[in-house]
């Protein structure tokens, strides 16, 4: 059974970049099975998938995200990171993170969520 | 604003049976991409309902089943229970932006 967790700063300022990891248990993260995504929820509001990697390193971005995203993987570590820079307020929200079927594009399970406030 | 658009709202006494639909174009769910739905409890993190359109994973109750047609999808809920109270999203693929898409969310509220 798989298990992911989120973890890294839960405070942010203003135009710095965000970083959160993924740890993932429970199985490897070199897999076919799966792309490794990062979703964010803003408080109140709906879900966004930010982008998603494979084991290999291969990564898509959301287009409206992907100019300021990067998502690499350590497979050593069982691990998937995802930094955001020049954060404003906007990018402030819970980020999950979620294993994606490959062979059927769907999120499962997600991780507990962290909440990382942008601020000044 | 959302690609996918969900009413923002459905409610429903125990035991009735409620639907939420999504609804797309012709860039995702009318592509031929496939809907998956989600439920959200206050404070916890989304879980996986449907895949596929009208698969339930294991451990989810038969109460719930999707299906799709055109470029709408809908999720039945039937013998509404108090614990069924949560936001539901539908998510799918669209290819004019080049990534996956969810619904704005519904509230499921049971009287």
């Known amino acids: 059974q798989l298990q992911l967790q989120e973890s890294g700063p839960r405070l942010v300022k203003t135009s710095e970049t965000l970083s959160l990891t993924c740890t993932v248990s429970g199985g490897s993260i070199s897999t076919s099975f799966y792309y490794w995504g990062w979703i964010r929820q803003p408080p109140g509001k709906g879900l966004e998938w930010i982008g998603s990697?494979?084991?290999?390193?291969?990564?898509y971005y959301n287009p409206s995200l992907k100019s300021r995203v990067t998502i690499s993987v350590d497979t050593s570590k069982n691990q998937f990171s995802l930094r955001l820079s020049s954060v404003t307020a906007a990018d402030t929200a819970v980020y999950y993170c979620a294993p994606e079927r490959t062979t059927g594009r769907w999120f499962d399970p997600w991780g507990q969520g962290t909440l990382v406030t942008v601020s000044s | 604003q959302s690609v996918l658009t969900q009413p923002p709202s459905v409610s429903g006494a125990p035991g009735q049976r409620v639907t939420i639909s999504c609804t797309g174009s012709s860039s995702n769910i009318g592509a031929g991409y496939d809907v998956h739905w989600y439920h959200q409890l206050p404070g916890t993190a989304p879980k996986l309902l449907i895949y596929n359109n009208n698969n339930r994973p294991s451990g989810v109750p038969d109460r719930f089943s999707g299906s799709k047609s055109g470029t709408s999808a809908s999720l039945a809920i039937t013998g509404l229970q108090a614990e069924d109270e949560a936001d539901y999203y539908c998510q799918s693929y669209d290819t004019s932006l080049s990534g996956y898409v969810f619904g704005p969310g519904t509230k499921v509220t049971v009287l």
């Open positions: 990697i494979y084991y290999s390193g291969s990564t």
